[in-house]
């Protein structure tokens, strides 16, 4: 109870610090739009339908970018832990494609994956993929060596201690990394949608920014981001919290 | 001593000339060097030396965790292998594993072994009764006491009910009451199974109430330095260890420990630190 009275406490505040600045600046609407302009305006695209045709792309796009980008990053993550040889092979590739900007070359991926739905997720994946990885990878060798020789005594395969001890063990860490990979996926969507798409929030930013010049809209998509984010990293927090005994 | 023909559910140990080297930074380290033993089927035996002499290398060997660099190490004329049921480790530390509930602790050698759940859950309950630990079955490690957790890596252990039984030093972070208890209870699992049962201690008196022979070595690199018989009669309650006979035999022992020492020519303070 205490805790959604905080969230509220805190979002009145944000809501009370935006509507000041609003009026001491006295910004024009299409540099700062007032808070109920841009409540004002959500409501108009949601009943004009125009929020939740976008939305639903993107909401698509991160689903499946975060469960593709997430999914291989953790087995990769894996053979990077349990083997030295794999990372010293993999580990140039995967830092140096993370320190080139995939906003640089998602147009490339864009036509590479054929401009369409696969392309999104290849592009959010991508973006979703290192954190994830990292993490697993660190959180395999942070493995107690004395469990894993108790394991070994008692003849365990390298399968099974792979899935009753490194896993588990990892899991912790794993789900740090899965925290930072699923508000990237959001970003990741977003800059997918930039390189190409007729559909989805990213492209509504565009249209209301670039097009239409209508500010509020464009707070509408961007809140929507916002929330989106917001519910899945709850989600993440509440798979974890089921996951990681403790 | 117990003779061969009453070997019960043990299995000999034969461990011939063994080298044990480990890789270290600052060069090889020599753990063991030309190191013999033979343990009896059904016997107690207990290994005492200085830290770092290599008693908990020489039981993994027996354990098939490690191989020797020469020399060889056989358990009921086999080569040892990790997991094939005829060697149940303790260690030092009981290494519970903590998401696991203490009978999901014990359970684990037959959750990797893939025993069916019926008889795998009889024979948990079944090993946390004979250690007294059915009431805290459901607890997890860190919820149990450090007597508690070391019982469930004793059943942990034994639930596979292995011939050879390997204790290294699994009692050494009990306080004094708790571990007289504890090596009570362990003589009477004995007593009941006959298996075979390497231990290392630090410990003289604890050396010499449980074992039919004491292993005494020198420091490293590790061989047997003496083998003292103990004839103490059986079963022995707590009090023999106040007996002039266990008073001579850890007099014996103690001296042997001293004679290690200074057939080395090295101090005893450099051997504190490399355990």
């Not at chain 1, 794999?86 to 900007?101: D, G, K, T």
Request: aromatic share 4%; charged share 20%.
């Amino acid at each position: 109870m205490t805790r959604i009275g905080a969230a509220l406490a805190s979002l009145a505040v944000f809501l009370a610090v935006w509507k000041a600045a609003t009026l001491i600046g006295g910004y024009p609407e299409y540099v700062l739009p007032a808070p109920e302009v841009v409540g004002e305006r959500a409501i108009r695209a949601i009943a004009s339908g125009v929020l939740w045709e976008h939305g639903a792309v993107t909401l698509l796009e991160i689903v499946l970018g975060f469960a593709a980008g997430a999914t291989t990053a953790v087995v990769t993550g894996i053979a990077l832990g349990k083997s030295v040889l794999i990372e010293r092979v993999l580990s140039p590739y995967i830092v140096a494609a993370q320190a080139v900007p995939v906003l640089a070359l998602a147009p490339l991926l864009d036509i590479w994956f054929g401009g369409g739905l696969l392309a999104r997720v290849v592009i959010c994946a991508l973006i979703v993929f290192f954190p994830i990885a990292i993490a697993t990878m660190v959180g395999i060798r942070s493995t107690d060596p004395l469990l894993d020789e108790m394991l070994r005594s008692l003849g365990a395969t390298t399968p099974q201690r792979t899935r009753l001890l490194e896993i588990p063990s990892a899991l912790p860490v794993i789900f740090g990394g899965l925290r930072v990979g699923v508000t990237l996926a959001v970003v990741g969507a977003v800059v997918s949608e930039w390189a190409g798409a007729g559909t989805g929030l990213g492209v509504l930013i565009n249209i209301a920014n670039q097009g239409l010049f209508d500010t509020p809209l464009m707070f509408v998509a961007l809140a929507a981001l916002a929330i989106i984010g917001l519910v899945f990293y709850g989600l993440v927090v509440f798979v974890e919290r089921r996951l990681v005994s403790q | 001593m117990i003779p061969d023909d009453t070997t019960g559910n043990g299995l000999g140990v034969a461990i011939e000339a063994v080298d044990v080297r480990f890789a270290t930074p600052s060069g090889a380290l020599e753990a063991l060097a030309d190191c013999s033993l033979h343990v009896a089927a059904g016997s107690f035996t207990v290994i005492i030396g200085p830290n770092g002499c290599g008693k908990s290398t020489l039981l993994r060997l027996v354990a098939g965790l490690l191989e020797p660099g020469s020399g060889s190490v056989l358990v009921g004329g086999e080569l040892p292998r990790a997991g094939d049921g005829r060697v149940g480790l303790a260690f030092q530390q009981p290494r519970l594993v903590p998401w696991r509930s203490t009978v999901d602790n014990v359970a684990l050698p037959l959750d990797l072994a893939g025993t069916a759940v019926g008889e795998r859950n009889d024979r948990a309950r079944q090993a946390l009764e004979r250690v007294g630990l059915t009431a805290v079955a459901e607890l997890r490690p860190r919820e149990l006491s450090g007597g508690m957790a070391q019982r469930a890596a004793l059943a942990r252990a034994l639930i596979g009910d292995p011939p050879v039984l390997l204790l290294d030093e699994p009692f050494s972070a009990l306080d004094a009451l708790t571990r007289e208890t504890f090596d009570a209870e362990l003589q009477r699992l004995w007593l009941e199974q006959r298996r075979t049962v390497i231990g290392v201690t630090h410990s003289v008196s604890e050396a010499v109430a449980l074992a039919d022979r004491v292993i005494v070595m020198t420091p490293r690199p590790g061989r047997v330095a003496r083998v003292i018989e103990v004839d103490l009669p059986r079963p022995r309650p707590s009090e023999i260890a106040g007996s002039p006979r266990a008073a001579e035999l850890e007099a014996e022992v103690r001296a042997a420990l001293s004679e290690g020492r200074a057939l080395e020519l090295r101090p005893w303070a450099e051997q504190e630190g490399a355990a």
